[in-house]
């Protein structure tokens, strides 16, 4: 893939969300990097990030495929997935934000306890949130998913929490 076409992907995925930018590849064949930090078994890869590069080589008549990298296979750690995006060693990455603290403060306050009910609801508040506030925070990228979820919720066996 050559370098201009790989920096104009510039991905992003945090925890929250993935980047990825469409309509560059319009001929040729491309094979996208997607890099994360989980296992492979992991849900986010098995109904999301599987899922989603399905799709894109079934609507690309497989111009373009997804080759994903779990576990930090193309190496470094979770807090340096944001600039191996911006750097092109990985075309799309997943990560959450706050694996780097301080870096993305605008942001973070999406990841906060009792911030959201939903992960729909929260998800759809954190992208406009970010659309309107911080996609400064995301410079030399192209986000194309930021999202909550439900699994950060706390859970006190069936006992409500009225002080602290």
Same mark, same amino acid.
């Given at each position: 893939?050559?370098?201009?076409?790989?920096?104009?992907?510039?991905?992003?995925?945090?925890?929250?969300?993935?980047?990825?930018?469409?309509?560059?590849?319009?001929?040729?064949?491309?094979?996208?990097?997607?890099?994360?930090?989980?296992?492979?078994?992991?849900?986010?890869?098995?109904?999301?990030?599987?899922?989603?590069?399905?799709?894109?080589?079934?609507?690309?008549?497989?111009?373009?495929?997804?080759?994903?990298? =779990?576990?930090?296979?193309?190496?470094?750690?979770? =807090?340096?997935?944001?600039?191996?995006?911006?750097?092109?060693?990985?075309?799309?990455?997943?990560?959450?934000?706050?694996?780097?603290?301080?870096?993305?403060?605008?942001?973070?306050?999406?990841?906060? =306890?009792?911030?959201?009910?939903?992960?729909?609801?929260?998800?759809?508040?954190?992208?406009?949130?970010?659309?309107?506030?911080?996609?400064?925070?995301?410079?030399?990228?192209?986000?194309?998913?930021?999202?909550?979820?439900?699994?950060?919720?706390?859970?006190?066996?069936?006992?409500?929490?009225?002080?602290?």
């Amino acid at each position: 893939m050559n370098m201009q076409f790989r920096k104009s992907l510039a991905p992003l995925a945090v925890s929250l969300g993935l980047t990825f930018a469409a309509g560059q590849a319009a001929a040729q064949e491309v094979t996208l990097k997607v890099h994360h930090f989980l296992g492979p078994q992991a849900t986010s890869q098995r109904l999301l990030l599987g899922p989603w590069c399905e799709k894109i080589a079934k609507e690309s008549n497989n111009r373009m495929k997804c080759q994903i990298y =779990p576990a930090m296979q193309l190496g470094g750690t979770p =807090p340096q997935l944001f600039d191996q995006a911006k750097d092109g060693v990985a075309d799309i990455i997943w990560t959450v934000p706050t694996y780097q603290a301080g870096r993305f403060l605008k942001s973070e306050v999406f990841e906060l =306890p009792f911030m959201t009910k939903t992960a729909k609801g929260g998800s759809r508040a954190f992208w406009e949130y970010v659309q309107k506030y911080s996609l400064d925070e995301f410079k030399g990228t192209k986000l194309i998913l930021a999202h909550v979820h439900d699994g950060a919720e706390l859970h006190f066996a069936k006992k409500n929490v009225a002080t602290l």
